[in-house]
């Protein structure tokens, strides 16, 4: 019982650490707090939905058409909304606020397209054929998810370290001016940086669609409220931080839930949240203070 | 007057709700003007909202002591949260602010046998009426006009633009900033108990994230240079769904977009478009070129 | 009349100012020197508030400043100008002033009474044109504190400094961005203020400046004082003169 918990709780986590990442790398990089995050990853539930009953193309397929809708998303959010109020200088709240507008156009919009209704995945596009792990049984999704979040993870882990674009963004993190006098296209990696931040919250989307079979126009904003407890908790724009705050989060939520309750479910994060706010703002591994030019 | 009738009989809810959506106007605009980015006025709404209907609905209270109840209460629930949380800088307090009124939602849709949960309350004595609302909005815009021309207007527009030299001037801008947004809080919570005694049901849904996003749209579009702008912005974003017809399923999108397009091409708000164009057309009766 | 009695300052592993060691007395104007990064600016963030010290003690005329909130502070009769011009740019000239005379007659309970008008008002616009015209910013009174020349702009962030009331005026780095001629004038007013009573301290880069107006300098090396004393023997001490080693040595030797 204890074991089926644990893999619940490294499942649940691992999508609220991908979901966590694509928020925190577009803070860490764009300096930008996009509120619109979790509008692209109902998208993304939404795109693969959509494959998998209109296009009637296996899951990974699904899973392919919502990286390319939400990577346009992020490339459109930087277009129109980050890229102009970058050139004006226009002060923090501003991108703040457009991106609350955005989300809500495009719930609006989903919920006019879609309806209301909570939507699910035709029964047989589910793998839910149980595997024996260690003693545990757990459906083959289940085992997809969390082997797709890690893998996602540590190659997103490698990247930033390793590979030129990941030492560019981390580069245009620290300073955009001096990447820019290095030569570094500080302009189109904050596009590509969007991208990438939209990819990783329509992946979390899907996986989260797959994991409740529930695709309802507002799931997103529980979502963007969770995903800003766990950037918070692991401290902001550290992509450390957004791992191990998205499992914290995860093992919290599921514990709890085994133990109080599932009403009080959502008010973890919150809890969490507002603790953390009072207690240590800049969170556990946070930048604290403003980065330079 | 049988016009008049027939008038209110249709659109007294309407003419209402542009009442007490400007008094919520205003309670961001308080909060807009001294540079907070606060999200809570939502949860304030219901909590004044709530506070009130349980009042005249299972206390029998009389309407104008539970209206004050309920502003009072929300008042308290901010002056509670405010300190701590208006330390936090700019995005975290929005942040914060957004987590407090989602923890507010929460605790309603829990407290069931309070609050009857997600079924609301129904059967709301229907005790505010045209003059009651009226009064309230002149009331709370004279009150904030004669503040907006006063020192303390003065010293909420330097906090605004540069809170550490504000505070280096002598300025206590804690004090301010607290001030500001249990007032907000204050006029939120007035408006939600208003609200709930002309809208006859309440539920939590509608102190949520999207009513939120209307409150801070109504905000930014009215810009923060003057409490008429709030009121403005309140007016606009009630009536203009709805005048253009069958748009009222619409209005998130609406909002949503007004929020994009403002910040994009008119980040002061509408107010200031409309004195920059009185401006030019004085300019131009003058003679000056402009 | 100010002290600093072992200020260290530290942020996380670092250590931004050691062991400082400051007694500043009452009259003439001093200085405070060192290369970039020393901690000058820290200082003055420290001495009003912005910032906390590690250990140590911060005392003004006798009282604990330390661990007071800013505002408090500068009801106390501390004022200063910062190395960015901090003016509130949508402002005229004469409402920068009048924000800075709302802090000496206790906050915002009184604001929120007082309305507008009455004598109170007049008595505080008068004193802004008073000061205005004394800064040579007289027929600026409405410009925006945007559209005011740089030069502009500094005079003004010295007049509103000194609307409020201080004892103590910190200066940071105030002929940055001068002319030979804007220097001189500049000199000249801080020495008419400090003749009319007022305790002044600057941090300043231009060593002729330094040298000229100040009866006593101390030097910050790495977050440490190294020396301190009259502008001659300063200027002498081979600390000093190792710390800004080739830099502004040539500068230094300038009357």
Redesign the interface.
């Given at each position: 019982m204890l074991a089926q918990q644990f893999l619940n709780a490294v499942s649940l986590g691992g999508v609220y650490a991908l979901f966590a990442l694509g928020f925190t790398l577009v803070f860490g990089v764009v300096n930008v707090i996009n509120l619109a995050h979790g509008a692209v990853f109902m998208i993304g539930a939404y795109a693969a939905l959509e494959a998998v009953l209109l296009l009637r193309v296996p899951l990974l397929a699904a899973m392919a058409a919502a990286v390319g809708v939400t990577a346009c998303a992020g490339w459109l959010l930087d277009r129109f909304i980050f890229a102009p109020l970058r050139a004006r200088r226009a002060p923090h709240l501003a991108p703040m606020i457009a991106t609350i507008g955005a989300a809500t156009c495009l719930t609006s919009l989903a919920e006019g397209y879609f309806g209301a209704e909570n939507l699910r995945f035709p029964a047989q596009t589910l793998p839910v054929e149980t595997v024996s792990l260690a003693g545990v049984s757990i459906t083959e999704l289940e085992l997809g998810i969390i082997l797709l979040a890690l893998a996602l993870m540590a190659l997103l882990l490698w990247g930033l370290k390793q590979s030129r674009l990941g030492r560019a963004l981390r580069a245009v993190a620290e300073s955009p001016r001096a990447a820019a006098l290095l030569g570094v296209d500080v302009e189109g990696l904050f596009r590509a940086t969007s991208v990438l931040g939209a990819v990783l919250g329509g992946l979390a989307g899907v996986l989260i669609a797959l994991y409740s079979n529930s695709v309802f126009p507002h799931m997103g904003q529980p979502m963007l409220h969770k995903g800003i407890a766990v950037v918070i908790l692991g401290g902001m724009g550290d992509v450390r931080g957004a791992l191990l705050g998205g499992f914290f989060l995860g093992f919290a939520e599921v514990f709890s839930v085994a133990y109080i309750g599932s009403t009080m479910r959502d008010a973890v994060a919150f809890g969490l949240l507002f603790a953390i706010l009072l207690l240590r703002p800049q969170g556990l591994f946070g930048r604290a203070a403003q980065r330079r030019a | 007057m049988e016009w008049l009738e027939t008038f209110w009989a249709t659109y007294s809810t309407l003419a209402l709700s542009v009442g007490t959506n400007i008094l919520l106007a205003l309670s961001i605009y308080l909060t807009l003007a001294c540079g907070l980015l606060t999200v809570a006025n939502a949860a304030f709404m219901g909590i004044g909202a709530y506070t009130a209907a349980l009042l005249t609905l299972n206390a029998g209270a009389p309407f104008g002591a539970a209206v004050l109840a309920g502003a009072l209460l929300a008042a308290a629930a901010a002056l509670a949260i405010g300190r701590p949380t208006l330390r936090l800088s700019g995005v975290y307090l929005a942040m914060a602010t957004l987590a407090f009124g989602e923890v507010v939602r929460i605790l309603i849709l829990n407290a069931e046998d309070l609050t009857g949960g997600a079924l609301g309350l129904n059967g709301i004595p229907q005790l505010a009426g045209a003059v009651h609302v009226l009064v309230a909005v002149a009331a709370a815009l004279a009150i904030l006009l004669r503040l907006a021309h006063s020192r303390f207007g003065r010293a909420i527009a330097a906090i605004r633009q540069d809170e550490i030299a504000a505070e280096l001037l002598g300025l206590d801008v804690g004090a301010y900033k607290l001030f500001c947004f249990v007032a907000g809080a204050a006029l939120a919570g007035l408006a939600g108990a208003l609200n709930a005694h002309f809208t006859f049901f309440i539920g939590p849904s509608e102190f949520g994230f999207e009513r939120a996003v209307e409150i801070l749209a109504m905000g930014v579009l009215g810009g923060v240079a003057s409490p008429w702008g709030a009121a403005l912005g309140a007016a606009l974003i009630t009536l203009l769904p709805e005048m253009l017809r069958g748009l009222g399923h619409y209005r998130p999108l609406i909002n949503g977009l007004i929020l994009i397009l403002i910040i994009l091409y008119s980040p002061n708000g509408l107010w200031d478009l409309v004195r920059a164009a009185a401006r030019r057309a004085r300019a131009a009766r003058a003679g000056t070129p402009c | 009349m100010l002290r600093l009695a072992s200020v260290c300052l530290h942020f996380g592993g670092l250590r931004v100012l050691e062991d400082v060691n400051l007694e500043i007395p009452e009259r003439g104007i001093f200085g405070l020197i060192g290369p970039n990064g020393a901690g000058k600016t820290t200082i003055f963030n420290l001495i009003?508030g912005?910032l906390a010290p590690s250990a140590g003690a911060v005392e003004f005329f006798g009282e604990r400043l330390d661990g007071q909130?800013?505002?408090?502070i500068?009801?106390r009769g501390i004022?200063?100008t910062?190395q960015n011009i901090?003016?509130?740019?949508?402002?005229s000239a004469r409402?920068n002033l009048?924000?800075?005379m709302?802090?000496?007659s206790g906050?915002?309970a009184?604001?929120?009474l007082?309305?507008?008008g009455r004598d109170g008002?007049a008595r505080r616009r008068a004193r802004a044109e008073e000061l205005l015209a004394r800064v040579r910013l007289g027929d600026k009174a409405e410009t925006a504190a945007s559209a005011l020349s740089y030069g502009e702009q500094r005079r003004l962030e010295l007049a509103?400094a000194l609307?409020?009331g201080p004892r103590l005026l910190l200066l940071d780095e105030p002929a940055a961005g001068m002319n030979a001629g804007e220097k001189r004038e500049l000199m000249s007013e801080i020495v008419k203020l400090e003749e009319s009573g007022l305790n002044i301290m600057i941090i300043e880069h231009d060593m002729g400046f330094i040298m000229n107006l100040c009866r006593e300098i101390a030097v910050l090396n790495f977050g440490r004082i190294i020396a301190r004393g009259a502008p001659a023997e300063v200027r002498a001490d081979p600390q000093v003169i190792e710390a800004y080693l080739g830099r502004d040595e040539e500068s230094a030797a300038k009357p």
């Amino acid at each position: 019982m204890l074991a089926q918990q644990f893999l619940n709780a490294v499942s649940l986590g691992g999508v609220y650490a991908l979901f966590a990442l694509g928020f925190t790398l577009v803070f860490g990089v764009v300096n930008v707090i996009n509120l619109a995050h979790g509008a692209v990853f109902m998208i993304g539930a939404y795109a693969a939905l959509e494959a998998v009953l209109l296009l009637r193309v296996p899951l990974l397929a699904a899973m392919a058409a919502a990286v390319g809708v939400t990577a346009c998303a992020g490339w459109l959010l930087d277009r129109f909304i980050f890229a102009p109020l970058r050139a004006r200088r226009a002060p923090h709240l501003a991108p703040m606020i457009a991106t609350i507008g955005a989300a809500t156009c495009l719930t609006s919009l989903a919920e006019g397209y879609f309806g209301a209704e909570n939507l699910r995945f035709p029964a047989q596009t589910l793998p839910v054929e149980t595997v024996s792990l260690a003693g545990v049984s757990i459906t083959e999704l289940e085992l997809g998810i969390i082997l797709l979040a890690l893998a996602l993870m540590a190659l997103l882990l490698w990247g930033l370290k390793q590979s030129r674009l990941g030492r560019a963004l981390r580069a245009v993190a620290e300073s955009p001016r001096a990447a820019a006098l290095l030569g570094v296209d500080v302009e189109g990696l904050f596009r590509a940086t969007s991208v990438l931040g939209a990819v990783l919250g329509g992946l979390a989307g899907v996986l989260i669609a797959l994991y409740s079979n529930s695709v309802f126009p507002h799931m997103g904003q529980p979502m963007l409220h969770k995903g800003i407890a766990v950037v918070i908790l692991g401290g902001m724009g550290d992509v450390r931080g957004a791992l191990l705050g998205g499992f914290f989060l995860g093992f919290a939520e599921v514990f709890s839930v085994a133990y109080i309750g599932s009403t009080m479910r959502d008010a973890v994060a919150f809890g969490l949240l507002f603790a953390i706010l009072l207690l240590r703002p800049q969170g556990l591994f946070g930048r604290a203070a403003q980065r330079r030019a | 007057m049988e016009w008049l009738e027939t008038f209110w009989a249709t659109y007294s809810t309407l003419a209402l709700s542009v009442g007490t959506n400007i008094l919520l106007a205003l309670s961001i605009y308080l909060t807009l003007a001294c540079g907070l980015l606060t999200v809570a006025n939502a949860a304030f709404m219901g909590i004044g909202a709530y506070t009130a209907a349980l009042l005249t609905l299972n206390a029998g209270a009389p309407f104008g002591a539970a209206v004050l109840a309920g502003a009072l209460l929300a008042a308290a629930a901010a002056l509670a949260i405010g300190r701590p949380t208006l330390r936090l800088s700019g995005v975290y307090l929005a942040m914060a602010t957004l987590a407090f009124g989602e923890v507010v939602r929460i605790l309603i849709l829990n407290a069931e046998d309070l609050t009857g949960g997600a079924l609301g309350l129904n059967g709301i004595p229907q005790l505010a009426g045209a003059v009651h609302v009226l009064v309230a909005v002149a009331a709370a815009l004279a009150i904030l006009l004669r503040l907006a021309h006063s020192r303390f207007g003065r010293a909420i527009a330097a906090i605004r633009q540069d809170e550490i030299a504000a505070e280096l001037l002598g300025l206590d801008v804690g004090a301010y900033k607290l001030f500001c947004f249990v007032a907000g809080a204050a006029l939120a919570g007035l408006a939600g108990a208003l609200n709930a005694h002309f809208t006859f049901f309440i539920g939590p849904s509608e102190f949520g994230f999207e009513r939120a996003v209307e409150i801070l749209a109504m905000g930014v579009l009215g810009g923060v240079a003057s409490p008429w702008g709030a009121a403005l912005g309140a007016a606009l974003i009630t009536l203009l769904p709805e005048m253009l017809r069958g748009l009222g399923h619409y209005r998130p999108l609406i909002n949503g977009l007004i929020l994009i397009l403002i910040i994009l091409y008119s980040p002061n708000g509408l107010w200031d478009l409309v004195r920059a164009a009185a401006r030019r057309a004085r300019a131009a009766r003058a003679g000056t070129p402009c | 009349m100010l002290r600093l009695a072992s200020v260290c300052l530290h942020f996380g592993g670092l250590r931004v100012l050691e062991d400082v060691n400051l007694e500043i007395p009452e009259r003439g104007i001093f200085g405070l020197i060192g290369p970039n990064g020393a901690g000058k600016t820290t200082i003055f963030n420290l001495i009003t508030g912005l910032l906390a010290p590690s250990a140590g003690a911060v005392e003004f005329f006798g009282e604990r400043l330390d661990g007071q909130p800013p505002h408090r502070i500068v009801r106390r009769g501390i004022a200063r100008t910062f190395q960015n011009i901090r003016l509130f740019r949508d402002m005229s000239a004469r409402e920068n002033l009048l924000v800075a005379m709302g802090g000496e007659s206790g906050g915002i309970a009184r604001a929120l009474l007082a309305g507008r008008g009455r004598d109170g008002e007049a008595r505080r616009r008068a004193r802004a044109e008073e000061l205005l015209a004394r800064v040579r910013l007289g027929d600026k009174a409405e410009t925006a504190a945007s559209a005011l020349s740089y030069g502009e702009q500094r005079r003004l962030e010295l007049a509103r400094a000194l609307a409020t009331g201080p004892r103590l005026l910190l200066l940071d780095e105030p002929a940055a961005g001068m002319n030979a001629g804007e220097k001189r004038e500049l000199m000249s007013e801080i020495v008419k203020l400090e003749e009319s009573g007022l305790n002044i301290m600057i941090i300043e880069h231009d060593m002729g400046f330094i040298m000229n107006l100040c009866r006593e300098i101390a030097v910050l090396n790495f977050g440490r004082i190294i020396a301190r004393g009259a502008p001659a023997e300063v200027r002498a001490d081979p600390q000093v003169i190792e710390a800004y080693l080739g830099r502004d040595e040539e500068s230094a030797a300038k009357p």
